[in-house]
């Protein structure tokens, strides 16, 4: 204690130096910012220890990636028109000239090897616009392709570009689609860009330009709120400040360490400035308080000031921490990072506080009696209304909150893929048009695998399973029938179609076609697995439809032979899966944070009553909205998952200043109508900015197009203000009732 005492006296009567110091430190962090990294993949969302994650990297070992594919749609003003082909021509061969283009198909490539798909000689004067239509029809009904690059009606045409590993890390795909969209800006034609390449590459640039609109508007908000509550321009700046450095110290933290800036951590920063301007704010108000009733030099009630806040705000700095910690428990290595990196950042945000605030009011004279008033009459009013009706506060909102927890046996955890984005979104509107005119997008495998007695795959004979494998695709087409499936059957119909009248043995060339097949770039079988694929494009579906073809799949192998196994895989299984797992790793992820906040509690305040009294106030506003998402049917996903473990960590932080306060006026032996008057009154006021910062802050959230983002802050904002509301009316209100308890 006394170490603490004489760093505390260091602070106070050495502002100045104490400044300096800080700046060196954040100089030193600052440092290590440049190092920072910046990786978007998609599948570090996958869970390490998930079978259909591992399914889905032995998958890939074995036929490479199912998901670098970038379709592009153009409508022609006539489709017969010969400067069209011309154009087409020019642009395709601009296309296979990338490096990170495996393979380009188009109207072309069937041309090339059927006569009846001859698209003409478009260089020629004799353009025959007959002949082109007959050939366009016959290339639209090609069992492989045709239904891909040609709309049923021929009013679009379509793309579709194949990539290889050059194009796997957002760098190269953002210069990619970039190129491509400046070969296609030229052409005089109208394009649409689709495909899951360009979503992933679209959703990274939406995280990156949130980052750009979110920091400006909540300092612009910070400054707003701040502004008009304290009136002072050094009480606007500190909390700002400390916010500011906190952020740097971070990011060199990450940059040390090499932690990565990924499609999780990009908010980090956004909830650093949002959450740790709280515990300057309660500095400030508490030195403001003090100042008003102490006749001290400003250097002594600074020192009185900081004894008392030091270990409330340390406190409560730790229960938030809990919150984000308990995401450490998932088996997604960066939402553990996450998690880990926010708890980190809180704590910093707490030591910031504590050397930043006291030094900078004390250096520039920063303190006023022009802070705190507009909401002393409020709740001057409102404390006179609970004494005089406490059981009314208890019971209505425990009425209300019955009312939607009731609804909680209802929540759904059906989640679709684009459920990310807005339906207004261009990409969702695209993505969906894509889906209208030409199947979906979003990738989908099903894998045969045939078990041989024999060590010699030779042996094997996969003529005899192709009526199995098209059963399945039937199946498939049936269920799915906005989609596109590929296998080794539509290879054979489309070969049949160019071998018609030659006489050529059937099953000589459809083993001819496995042979070629198995070394082609996008393969549909592997002899070395002994495994036939069935390979697809689907429109979007939820986890729930999913799971219901899943069950008709499984259904119908059990009419085939023993030694043939099916298996789904691809992003988009693994993508839902992983968010059902992770959904349901979150919400015991909620639990834990529970947990270790009673522990928490139990320490500080021993008693079953008080413990009770915080977990009531806390845990209602939490289950309240869950049965309000499940009142309006909206779905359990990863990002309001997570929104719950982090709410309730913030939220205890309110009932322990509440509480932390009322037992000090208890213990001056004040009785207990006027220690929680007093109680009210004075830490109510610092409650009710530090929250509505707070939800400011979330609230900027909701301007993101990425609906996770909007999700996550929408719910964090409400259920901080639900909580708020509970700490004004619900916890007062039991304290009265329960203060015999409380006392003894």
């Known amino acids: 204690m006394k170490i603490i005492h004489k760093i505390f006296e260091t602070i106070i009567y050495f502002p100045k130096k104490t400044l300096l110091i800080l700046a060196l430190i954040t100089t030193f962090w600052a440092t290590f910012i440049p190092s920072l990294k910046l990786d978007f993949s998609v599948e570090d969302l996958f869970s390490e220890y998930d079978l259909s994650a591992r399914e889905y990297q032995s998958f890939k070992s074995n036929f490479g990636r199912e998901d670098n594919i970038i379709t592009l749609i153009y409508k022609p003003k006539d489709f017969l028109s010969q400067d069209l082909y011309k154009k087409l021509d020019d642009i395709i061969y601009q296309l296979e000239e990338f490096n990170e283009v495996n393979t380009v198909v188009s109207l072309f490539n069937l041309s090339d090897i059927d006569s009846n798909a001859w698209i003409g000689d478009f260089m020629s004067p004799n353009w025959n616009n007959t002949r082109l239509n007959n050939a366009l029809r016959y290339i639209q009904k090609d069992p492989t392709i045709g239904n891909r690059i040609l709309s049923e009606n021929l009013d679009y045409g379509a793309i579709i570009i194949s990539l290889n590993d050059l194009a796997n890390n957002h760098s190269d795909r953002t210069q990619l689609i970039k190129k491509v969209k400046n070969i296609l800006k030229d052409s005089e034609i109208q394009w649409v860009l689709s495909g899951v390449t360009v979503l992933r590459t679209e959703f990274v640039l939406l995280m990156l330009r949130d980052n750009f609109i979110f920091v400006p508007f909540v300092l612009v908000i910070l400054l707003c709120v701040l502004g008009f509550l304290f009136r002072n321009w050094v009480q606007v700046f500190l909390p700002i400040l400390t916010v500011i450095i906190t952020a740097i110290w971070l990011l060199g933290f990450m940059g040390l360490f090499n932690l990565e800036i990924n499609i999780i951590s990009y908010i980090v920063p956004n909830l650093i400035f949002i959450i740790g301007v709280a515990d300057a704010i309660h500095i400030q108000a508490r030195f403001k308080e003090n100042l008003t009733k102490l006749n001290k030099s400003s250097e002594e009630i600074m020192l009185k000031t900081l004894k008392e806040m030091s270990k409330v705000i340390f406190i409560t700095s730790l229960t938030t921490s809990i919150g984000f910690l308990a995401l450490t428990t998932t088996s997604i290595k960066i939402i553990r990072e996450f998690g880990m990196e926010v708890s980190i950042g809180i704590m910093m945000a707490w030591l910031v506080s504590i050397l930043t605030v006291p030094s900078g009011l004390l250096a520039m004279k920063g303190f006023n009696d022009k802070s705190y008033k507009p909401f002393d009459k409020f709740l001057s009013i409102l404390s006179d209304k609970i004494i005089a009706n406490p059981w009314w506060f208890v ?42 005119y030409f199947g979906g ?119 085939f032979p023993s030694n043939l196994t099916t298996q789904y895989t691809g992003t988009t299984v693994v993508a839902l899966k992983t968010n059902t797992y992770l959904v349901k790793s979150l919400s015991s992820s909620l639990g834990i944070a529970l947990f270790f906040i009673c522990l928490v509690l139990t320490i500080m305040f021993r008693k079953r009553s008080i413990l009770f009294i915080s977990l009531i106030t806390n845990l209602i506003p939490i289950f309240t909205m869950m049965g309000i998402l499940a009142w309006f049917n909206i779905p359990i996903r990863v990002p309001t998952a997570m929104t719950f473990s982090v709410a309730l960590g913030i939220a205890v932080d309110d009932s322990l200043h509440f509480l932390l306060r009322y037992r000090k006026e208890l213990s001056r032996g004040l009785p207990t109508i006027e220690a929680l008057r007093n109680t009210i009154i004075n830490t109510g006021s610092a409650l009710m900015i530090t929250t509505t910062v707070l939800v400011s802050g979330f609230l900027v959230l909701t301007l993101s197009a990425f609906l996770p983002t909007f999700q996550f802050g929408l719910l964090s904002a409400l259920m901080i203000a639900l909580a708020l509301i509970c700490d004004l009316t619900l916890l007062p209100a039991l304290c009265i009732v329960l203060s015999k308890t409380i006392k003894d």
Request: aromatic share 8%; glycine share 2%; net charge positive.
């Open 395 to 436: 019971f209505i909102p425990s009425i209300i909150s019955a009312i939607f927890i009731s609804k909680i046996v209802e929540i759904s955890t059906d989640a679709s893929l684009l459920d990310d984005l807005r339906p207004n979104n261009q990409l969702y509107q695209d993505l969906k048009f894509t889906e209208k």
């Open 441 to 559: 997008v979003l990738p989908f495998e099903v894998l045969f695998q045939i078990k041989s007695d024999s060590s010699n795959n030779s042996n094997i004979n996969y003529i005899d399973y192709l009526p199995y494998l098209k059963k399945a695709q039937s199946l498939l087409e049936s269920e799915l029938k906005n989609s596109r499936f590929l296998s080794i059957n539509n290879l054979i119909e489309s070969s049949k179609r160019l071998q018609a009248n030659k006489g050529n043995n059937e099953d000589e060339m459809i083993k001819l076609i496995i042979k070629d097949n198995q070394n082609s770039k996008s393969k549909l079988i592997n002899i070395k697995q002994n495994t036939l694929r069935i390979s697809g494009l689907i429109e979007n579906k939820t986890s729930n439809q999913m799971e219901k073809i899943y069950f008709k799949l499984d259904s119908l192998a059990k009419s």
